[in-house]
């Protein structure tokens, strides 16, 4: 990033780390920046999803997974992801009909 500070998939991929190493606010910080740089990244708002969601933020993890899948309508992991949320909030009919549209896109999985 210091050569490239304009690098949007640079912060999103830092953010990635960043979260795999348990620190969830200095990845979404990077999320953030990325999104700031390329606010057409449906990636980078699934992982600023996960990382809100997984701090207890299930309302602002579900928006960032709704605006991925506005972006991309098919992203599964998104849809995977929201449900997981959804759940959490006890939205269990939500949840499932998520679920369910994950698995219509790839029903091997």
């Not at 304009?6 to 990845?27: C, F, L, P, S, T």
């Not at 600023?48 to 991309?72: S, W």
């Amino acid at each position: 990033m210091e050569l490239n500070p304009k690098n949007a998939k640079a912060y999103n991929a830092r953010g990635v780390i960043k979260e795999a190493k348990g620190d969830r606010d200095a990845a979404i910080a990077d999320y953030n920046r990325a999104l700031e740089l390329n606010p057409e990244d449906a990636t980078a708002y699934n992982n600023r999803g996960y990382a809100k969601d997984a701090k207890g933020d299930h309302d602002g993890g579900i928006a960032d997974y709704n605006r991925a899948l506005e972006l991309n309508p098919k992203d599964r992991t998104a849809l995977q992801n929201r449900s997981v949320a959804k759940r959490a909030k006890g939205d269990i009919d939500g949840a499932n009909a998520d679920w369910n549209r994950a698995l219509q896109l790839n029903p091997s999985r």
